[in-house]
């Protein structure tokens, strides 16, 4: 069974910096994309940033700048550096890695910024 768990979340003040990361435990064969998605309370879930299998890069408008994306496919490890944080920002962090015909997901990190 797959399992993705993320860490490094928390609380940070305005103009701060995390880094999220997230693992996959279990087999998966041949991961396409990874990306990282956001839900702040009241808001649908939005995609932030996405890397391809061969390292292309996206990122939503709002964290273009501030945000960088990177993979270790070796380690099935997708992590999000954020810089320059906003209490914009703030909302539950997850995961998301898609292989084949499947995504996977994780359970979720909250990242609070404060003014």
């Known amino acids: 069974q797959v399992q993705l768990v993320e860490s490094g979340g928390g609380l940070v003040q305005a103009g701060g910096s995390l880094r999220l990361s997230c693992t996959a435990s279990?087999?998966?064969?041949?991961?396409?994309?990874m990306g990282w998605y956001r839900q702040a309370p009241g808001k649908q879930r939005e995609l932030v940033a996405a890397?391809?299998?061969?390292?292309?890069?996206m990122y939503a408008d709002s964290v273009k700048g501030r945000f960088t994306i990177s993979r270790d496919n070796a380690k099935n490890m997708v992590d999000l550096q954020m810089n320059s944080l906003k209490p914009e920002d703030t909302a539950v962090y997850y995961c998301?890695?898609?292989?084949?015909?499947?995504?996977?997901w994780g359970q979720g990190t909250q990242v609070t910024v404060s003014s």
């Open positions: 279990g087999s998966i064969f041949r991961i396409n994309t």
């Open positions: 890397i391809t299998s061969g390292g292309s890069t």
């Open positions: 998301k890695f898609h292989s084949g015909y499947n995504d996977y």
